[in-house]
């Protein structure tokens, strides 16, 4: 694969434009790990996303409760790979002081003495945000990781997080966000603004929105579990015609409608981590890169899914 690398933020990991994301790996809540897919999947679509060019895995502590982060441990062989888990903000995590076992958990699951991305998985209360940036500060000094991320951290969190780490003139790496062509709050919010401004990466979470931009979900046809309340009956009639724009952009060009999505997050300058449960999904999902949608096909994918998107103002 002979894909330009892209720099995350300001720091010196480079990977290529897109990654891989592994919430399913383990996690039967949401994903339903067992049903349909498993052990033997996982490996193959992380062998597959490795052939396929992808160098970029993103796991976190809480997916399958440590599952995951095991599964890459186990099957991910490629030396080269940059790996991010994440942090979580657990209310019962009263202090930034809990962040260091948190870390050397998940080093100790993933089989690593250092991680290449380490991520505070949200804002959330009781620990101020600084107070977390502070103590990945140490854990970098430390030689535990190598860059700092954040995660669903709004504009203005966003700023706070890159100005805490600036005094100890260490880069914020990336916000990871939803972004897909059915979720372009970040659009609107000023998220992307700060984060080109500050040159953070945008690393895009849900870039199929979990699964739906595939096509394969419709009225008729809902997805399973629980992301059958999330994505009701009606939004999915909705989307059809944004998944027919896909699937036209698709055909001329043969690739499939989540390719297609996957290129239109890459087009927006967000990095995509789709989630894949086996080899097939990983296959289709590396052919988002290596090609570009033009300027004419993504204003007609802007426009379509400005009529139908979830978080536009309008
Ligand atoms: N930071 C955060 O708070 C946060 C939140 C969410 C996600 N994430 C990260 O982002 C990653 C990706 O997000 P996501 O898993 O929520 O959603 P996604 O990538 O939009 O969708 C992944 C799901 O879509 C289906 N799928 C994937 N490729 C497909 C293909 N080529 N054809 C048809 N179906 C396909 C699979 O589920 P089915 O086959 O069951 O439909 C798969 O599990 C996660 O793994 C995680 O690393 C982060």
Partial sequence: MDEMKITLGKTDLQIAPMGIGAWSWGD?????????????????????????????????EVYGFGRSEKFLARFLRAPRAVIATKCFPFPWRLSATRLLPALRGSLKRL??????????????PPVALESWMRAMEDARDAGLIRAVGVSNYSAEQTRRAHRELARRNIPLASNQVKYSLLSRGIEYNGVM???????????????????LLSGKYTPENPPPGLRAQRYSRALLARIQPLIATLREIGNARGKTPAQVALNWTMCKNTVPIPGAKNARQAQENVG???????????????????????????
């Fill in 28 to 60: 039967s809540l949401i994903w339903q790990f067992g049903k349909g897919y498993g052990e033997d999947d996982v490996r193959r679509a992380i062998e597959t996303s490795v052939a396929g060019g992808i160098d970029f895995f993103d796991t976190a």
């Fill in 111 to 124: 089989g690593l003495a250092r991680v290449d991305l380490y991520q505070m998985h949200w804002a959330f």
């Fill in 193 to 211: 603004d700060a984060c080109r401004e500050l040159g953070v990466t945008i690393i895009a979470y849900s870039p199929i929105e979990m699964g």
């Fill in 288 to 314: 988002a890169l290596g090609w570009r949608l033009t300027a004419d096909e993504i204003a007609a994918l802007d426009e379509i899914s400005e009529r139908v998107h979830q978080n536009a103002p309008h």
